[in-house]
């Protein structure tokens, strides 16, 4: 009997009844079938077709056919099903430490591409150690952290690099992420549960990285910069800030990394010629630098939530009752930061972001290399958005895959990769800046020695 040919899919959107795949859902709809758009064909995926249903009605009035798939991350035969019908999965389900690997292994399997939006270091990490390879050889590109973790850190980087033109150097950039809203600020379940499990597992990802091979480390002009202090004033931007231990920083090094090991960025599988001109001279426009993440809020009371959030996860997280009070009990442990049924859409709507990337460095590199080296000059940028994790999550995801669907040829054959390296030479900066999320020049200063 002659096997009966699945339908194809340019992408597959799976999880999409869950809190956040609904909402890239609604993305998504908007580029079905548009002038231009590479997008046109769509199937949603998930566990139930009742909820995917509902998700579509809820989505768009106008797109009621689109097909709906069962699949189900613990039956492994449905996702190879799923997988063998898409040219790419968006995959929404998390957490991906629990979740994740066995959509990757049908895409890879099955030579598709994939992304996701995990912010969950020991999860990507993994996926590379165990996956690249295979992923290299069928063709499959498998890119995580497509969502609010870890673009708009990674282009914001980028784009604050772009800023030093030479002989000007970077040494250090610091994030300053703002959450603004006149209505409260409720986070993404979701990622609190990817929190609190990331808490529990530190260690294997510690033993990850200490049994793979180390990898190249980017030169950084300069002394490495102080620790500075916990909790920190930074007064030209009049905010308190405390690190916050996102997967952005780990993210940004992977790229950094790998630009180490190939400066011209990573060949396409059937590049253009003029691609592979604008790739080379665009990564030569960018200077590795040491990065981190802090959150900030304008007064001091504000630091108390995200301090009583963070102290509640790392020390609760590592133990089991710890954990299941704080997954039973989000909100008496973040003080309503985050809770079981996530943010109304009148709480997600009125949300928005700030990042501030504070670089320091030196005017001409030649300074950066004598012992008493002190930065002379300091670049300021920003990346300006709507809320994180329902709205931003899905425009980064989802012009990540159009650009996937529509420049294939000039990018990677197959492989496990951090955004930036696939991302940074092509168009998203601008395709963001289109959607809703803005990058900006705020300041370029000459520091004077004190």
């Given amino acids: 009997m002659a096997e009966v040919q699945l339908p194809t899919y340019d992408i597959i959107i799976f999880g999409a009844s869950g809190f956040t795949g609904k909402y890239v859902v609604r993305e998504a709809l908007k580029f079905l ?4 758009s590479p997008l046109k064909t769509l199937a949603l995926a998930g566990r139930n077709t009742s909820k995917l249903s509902q998700t579509l009605k809820w989505a768009s009035t106008s797109h009621t056919d689109v097909p709906l798939i069962v699949a189900d991350t613990s039956d492994p035969s449905s996702l190879r099903r799923m997988a063998s019908q898409a040219k790419l999965v968006l995959d929404c389900v998390g957490p991906f430490r629990l979740y994740g690997e066995p959509v990757v292994a049908a895409c890879v399997e099955a030579g598709c591409d994939y992304l996701d939006i995990s912010g969950e270091p020991e999860f990507m990490e993994r996926m590379e150690a165990v996956y690249h390879e295979k992923a290299a050889d069928k063709g499959s590109l498998v890119i995580s952290a497509c969502g ?24 250090r950039v610091e994030a300053y992420l703002t959450l603004e809203s006149d209505k409260r600020i409720v986070g993404n379940f979701g990622t609190f549960e990817s929190a609190v499990l990331g808490v ?65 960025g990573l060949q396409g599988v059937n590049e253009d010629p003029k691609h592979a001109e604008k790739r080379s001279s665009f990564w030569s426009t960018i200077k590795p630098a040491h990065f981190g993440v802090k959150i900030g809020t304008k007064s001091l009371l504000g630091m108390i939530g995200i301090i009583v959030t963070g102290l509640s996860i790392g020390l609760l997280g ?17 003080l309503g930061g985050f809770r079981k049924k996530g943010p109304t859409e009148e709480e997600v709507a009125s949300a928005s972001f700030k990042m501030w ?12 290399s004598q012992a008493t080296a002190k930065p002379d000059k300091e670049i300021i940028t920003r990346v300006m958005g709507p809320e994180i994790g329902y709205l931003t999550t899905p425009i980064t995801l989802i012009q990540c895959a159009l650009i996937l669907l529509k420049h294939r040829q000039d990018l990677p054959k197959g ?14 900066q601008d395709r963001l800046q289109e959607n809703g999320i803005s990058f900006d020049l705020i300041s370029k200063t000459v520091l004077t020695s004190t």
């Fill in 33 to 36: 079938d548009s002038p231009n």
């Fill in 148 to 171: 609010f973790d870890s673009i708009p850190a990674e282009i914001g980087l980028m784009h604050n690099s772009r800023q030093w033109d030479s002989p000007a150097v970077p040494n």
């Fill in 200 to 264: 529990a597992n530190a260690d294997k990802l510690t033993e990850l990285r200490r049994s793979r091979p180390k990898r190249a480390r980017p030169t950084i002009p300069g002394p490495p910069p102080p620790k500075g202090s916990t909790i920190e004033h930074q007064k030209e931007l009049g905010l308190w800030a405390v690190k916050l231990p996102s997967a952005d920083a780990t993210v940004v090094r992977r790229t950094l990394s790998i630009l180490a090991e190939n400066p011209n």
């Fill in 318 to 334: 590592s133990f089991s009752f710890g954990r299941w009070l704080l997954l039973k009990f989000p909100s008496v442990f973040t």
């Fill in 357 to 368: 990337f504070i670089g320091h460095g030196f005017s001409d590199a030649n300074l950066a």
């Fill in 415 to 428: 492989g496990v990769f951090p955004p930036g390296i696939v991302f940074g030479p092509t168009d998203l």
